[in-house]
């Protein structure tokens, strides 16, 4: 326990050293931030349950992010990241110490940035984005009726400046793998985007490279579009994915689409997500949603989320949100769930 505490005395210090240092160079920041995103849950599905939960319409997280000016526009920077369930004080991510986000790498204003570690895959950024919900609360990406994979170790990603009106993202993720073939596990995957004004296009593709040498590739194919008329917001998606999961017969279409409406300080929202394996009977699921959110301030804001989810005779699909999980359900049963929370940033 001694050691403990001294070694815990040591780390608080170098912190606030640290932060002290990089406080006293105007080249260089470091900023601590984080979100804590608490809700209760009324729902049903095999069960009528109640629960209080964490990561409503965001993950409870904890960061450090940073940069050093390097002269003439370039920066090395730097992220770290840690999910956290704050319903219970433990880590997310599986007890990933930084789960969300780890990585390092340099930025150029001509040139973009190349960037190294754990990091978000180009598709789910893709779809996070054209996501009315975000990827949180009410979303079809967070129930699994749309398929997603968010985040790979090991990777490389390019992010290009802004070239006009268009964007792009690669990646490249090494699955260093011990037997097999010695590109399994591997992702090859990049997006490119549109962004003229009021109106956003958006494309990504991905390739999950089989886990074992019997195994199939796994591919991904995401178009997304969304134009802001101002007094409110259309967007959505469709998606096709082969091999969900290495399984061939899990070949899927996916579609998405939402509207976001702004009153006042306000914003309501409307969605609909659907999914289903092609060939498979029973394998249909559609998520419908509702909600709502208040700020209260820059960084607090109140939500309510009205879901529900029909299940295909094969599906059991729940309305998960950002973290936190839906009422549990068997193959066939439709589920709903409504979720009023608070979510507070700094």
Do not use: C
């Not at 999914?275 to 960084?299: I, N």
Request: glycine share 14%; charged share 15%.
């Amino acid at each position: 326990m001694k050691n403990q505490l001294h070694t815990t005395s040591v780390l608080a210090l170098a912190a606030l050293l640290g932060t002290t240092a990089f406080s006293a160079s105007a080249q260089s920041t470091v900023t601590l931030y984080g979100i804590l995103d608490m809700y209760v849950q009324y729902g049903k599905g095999d069960r009528t349950e109640t629960s209080v939960q964490s990561g409503g319409i965001s993950s409870s997280r904890l960061g450090f992010k940073g940069s050093e000016d390097l002269g003439n526009g370039n920066k090395a920077i730097f992220t770290l990241e840690s999910g956290i369930l704050a319903d219970t004080g433990s880590y997310a991510q599986g007890g990933l110490a930084f789960g969300r986000q780890a990585w390092v790498g340099l930025s150029s204003s001509t040139y973009g940035a190349l960037t190294l570690g754990r990091q978000y895959v180009p598709q789910y950024n893709t779809l996070d984005a054209a996501d009315p919900f975000g990827t949180g609360a009410g979303s079809a990406a967070e129930s699994g009726v749309v398929s997603t994979i968010s985040r790979a170790n090991n990777s490389v990603v390019y992010t290009s400046p802004k070239w006009g009106d268009f964007s792009g993202t690669a990646m490249v993720a090494m699955g260093e793998t011990t037997t097999g073939s010695t590109s399994n596990g591997n992702i090859y995957a990049g997006s490119v985007k549109y962004a003229p004004g009021a109106l956003t296009l958006e494309a990504a593709v991905s390739q999950f490279k089989r886990a074992t040498n019997t195994a199939p590739d796994v591919y991904f194919g995401l178009l997304t579009a969304g134009y802001d008329f101002g007094s409110f917001k259309l967007t959505g998606g469709y998606q096709q994915v082969y091999n969900l999961g290495g399984n061939p017969a899990q070949d899927r279409q996916e579609a998405f689409a939402g509207v976001l409406v702004p009153v006042g300080k306000d914003t309501f929202s409307a969605g609909v997500g659907a999914g289903k394996a092609k060939d498979v009977d029973g394998s249909s699921a559609t998520q419908w949603t509702l909600g709502y959110t208040h700020p209260l301030s820059k960084r607090t804001k109140l939500y309510g989320f009205l879901s529900h989810i029909n299940n295909g005779s094969g599906t059991a699909y729940t309305t998960t949100a950002a973290t936190g999980l839906g009422p549990t359900t068997s193959l066939g049963r439709d589920v709903s769930a409504l979720l009023l929370g608070i979510r507070h940033a700094f």
